[in-house]
């Protein structure tokens, strides 16, 4: 009898201690995704802090602007009426500084992490995207390979298939401490071929990134709350299809077969 107590007494202690885990899990998720509901500090110096200075960059095809912020760093500006119209078929000048605040938001709220804090703002009376200024940070294709960091590169795949980018290249992504950068995200969401940046074809992705699909796609507050943000900024269609990419991902690592680095399946697109 004695025994068959303390069994009880040991069962009862391991739930509690279960149920407390898994309350502080629950907590501990729903503290992330307040938070991504939130505008994050960053964005809103880049909404409001005064501009002390500004200064064309050129050599791209756009019109880019580096600008200093008062008392608290610098920015990228890229303004809708210097956007080049005869880069994409299907993704249409005017509205690349806007894909570029929407590829901020979808990194956000799957946890990713890549994209710099992007708003959209008006700076001299002209409106475009703001986005944090990434110093000392070179693009990729000026690094040694052996600064580029794998785990993030193939982040990057995932989240340029989620976007549906077709100008990923080495000039457009930043390392900087084993970290990427993904900027110039505003030939995005279109229909216009995938240009994804290094060769993985066939390699597992991280569990990590996984893990934040999963997450993002068990949130149903957040992908609706995504859905509305984006439709602000792209075509309901083609927040749709980002929407369905993010789940087609969310199907590819299910299970064991978490070996969705592969090309082909990379180029299915529900906007075709
Ligand atoms: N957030 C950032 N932080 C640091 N440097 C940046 C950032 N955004 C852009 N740059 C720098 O400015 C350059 C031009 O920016 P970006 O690639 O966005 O412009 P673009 O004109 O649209 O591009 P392209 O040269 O591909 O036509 C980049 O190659 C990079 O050196
Ligand atoms: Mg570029």
Redesign the pocket.
Known sequence: MKNLNEELYFLKERLEKEQAEEEAQAKKISLEHEKTLTKKDEEVVLEKREKTSTKK?G??????VFVELKDDGS??F?PKAGE?AL?RTEVKAGT?YKRERAAYLVDQFLGFDLV?PTVIRKIDGKEGSL?????N?P?ASRCDESQWNKEELKKLWVFDYIIYNS?R?G??L?IKDEKV?A??N?LSFGKDSLGLFGGFSNEPIGDGVAEKIKMFLSWKQGRQALRNLLCELIEEKEADACLHRIEKVGKMTKGEAVNVVNREKFSFNPLD
């Open positions: 960059l050599g791209g095809a756009n019109e880019t920015a990228i890229k080049y880069l690349y710099p986005q944090e200024f990434i110093p940070a693009v100008d290249h000039s457009n930043l950068y900027i110039d505003g």
